[in-house]
Nanobody, 128 residues
Framework: QVQLVESGGGLVQAGGSLSLSCAAS????????MGWFRQAPGAERDFVAAISWTGGSIYYADSVKGRFTISRDNDKDTIYLQMNSLKVDDTAVYYC?????????????????????WGQGTQVTVSS
């Protein structure tokens, strides 16, 4: 079992920046891939970004490419999501996700079904 706890959400003006963190605990020694999803009010949960165990494979949704950066520090069992040039449309609850394993190997990194562990979510609100 892996437990995930997100932090860093909040309120920011459009054009601003925010950084999210997700700390993993529990059975983390074997290696795991991680990522972020988000869910806006009244919308489905969407893929945002994913990162392999070593950080050698990184994927982004088209909507955030060039503005968001995912990274990880395995010594701290933590991943980060640096969000720049935020837009009102980025307003959502952001969820950290994880699955045991070192990489995606052709798997659907963008699919919710790919991940076994989910955090409780952290609210990000971007005002105009």
């Amino acid at each position: 079992q892996v437990q995930l706890v997100e932090s860093g959400g909040g309120l920011v003006q459009a054009g601003g920046s925010l950084s999210l963190s997700c700390a993993a605990s529990g059975r983390t020694a074997s290696g795991y891939v991680m990522g972020w999803f988000r869910q806006a009010p009244g919308a489905e949960r969407d893929f945002v970004a994913a990162i392999s165990w070593t950080g050698g494979s990184i994927y982004y949704a088209d909507s955030v490419k060039g503005r968001f950066t995912i990274s990880r520090d395995n010594d701290k069992d933590t991943i980060y999501l640096q969000m720049n040039s935020l837009k009102v449309d980025d307003t959502a609850v952001y969820y950290c996700v994880a699955r045991e394993g070192l990489g995606f190997y052709g798997g659907a990194y963008y699919s919710q079904a790919e991940y076994d562990y989910w955090g409780q979510g952290t609210q990000v609100t971007v005002s105009s």
